[in-house]
């Protein structure tokens, strides 16, 4: 008689299939991503700014020294570094690493191909905004400022460097470039400056979509803060500062041209009451008559 196996299995059964480890629960990976994102925010955003600056020197000053091109030429080399080991970290902290690489293609591209590091001034917009995403919600004009700053600047620096030297260029300086990205992140297309080059027209249409984007993000962003503000003003358990003297003045009271919900209900109770009242009417009314017919 065989004595059985230390794991409590007869031996003539044969090895067992082995349970696999546990894998790790995907809102642990989230949760890893999201401390990382939260710890390199603000640094990576100084790393941007810092990108910008370095980016923006040699083409506004044309001029400058071979030293100071070379020092920004470094700064930039190594801003680029950094944003690919963030990108690594990130990919890598990421439960699915390659559906986060399929959903983050231009920093991929940007990070495969070093001859696009200009398209890092794209993330500068995005991460200054998202860093100001908390205040901003009530203060429009404050992002739309920033917003439209921010691609302004960037347009305006992408479109010079494109245009110069290019034979038949308008935009021949940054003040070219600037007052070219104001009339195009508007709309009002004057025509007076246009890029001739494929690199600036792609650019362009950046741009006049980061327009449309922006004005679209500024208009939903003060509808829902407008609808907020209605829905706590009007809700008998909203904000202490919408109750008694906010914007629809005391609870239950709507600002004017505006109905709250205490009054549609009040309105629906009545309509019911008048609609028994009604019901109850016509039956005392066919009651008598058909007493009287009975005499």
Known sequence: MTAPSPGGRDDAAGPGPRERPPSPHPDAGHARLRRWQ????????????????????????????????????????????????????????????????????????VVVLPVLRPLLLVSVVVRLNRVNAVRLRGRVVRFAAAGTALLVTVGALTVTQAERG???????????????????????????????????????????????????????????????????????????????????GPAGEAPVGMVSQAQVALLVAEVQELRAQIVADRQRARGQGESGSAE
Request: with cysteine.
């Open 38 to 109: 939260a710890a390199t925010e603000w640094p990576l955003t100084a790393i941007s700014l810092l990108f910008l600056v370095a980016y923006a020197i040699p083409i506004a000053r044309p001029e400058v020294s071979p030293d100071v091109r070379a020092a920004c030429s470094f700064v930039l080399a190594v801003t680029w570094a950094l944003f690919v080991l963030d990108y690594l970290v990130r990919a890598r902290l990421a439960p699915h690493p390659w559906r986060y690489v399929r959903r983050h293609p231009l920093e991929l591209a």
């Open 166 to 248: 290019v034979p038949g260029a308008d935009i021949v300086n940054l003040g070219d470039g600037f007052w070219w990205a104001m009339v195009t992140i508007t709309t009002v297309g004057y025509g007076d400056f246009a890029p001739v080059s494929p690199t600036g027209r792609v650019i362009a249409v950046c741009l006049m979509l980061g327009g449309i984007a922006l004005l679209g993000v500024v208009t939903a962003t003060l509808s829902s803060w407008l609808v907020e503000r209605v829905t706590d003003t009007s809700s008998p358990d909203g904000p202490p500062g919408a109750r008694g003297g906010g914007l629809g």
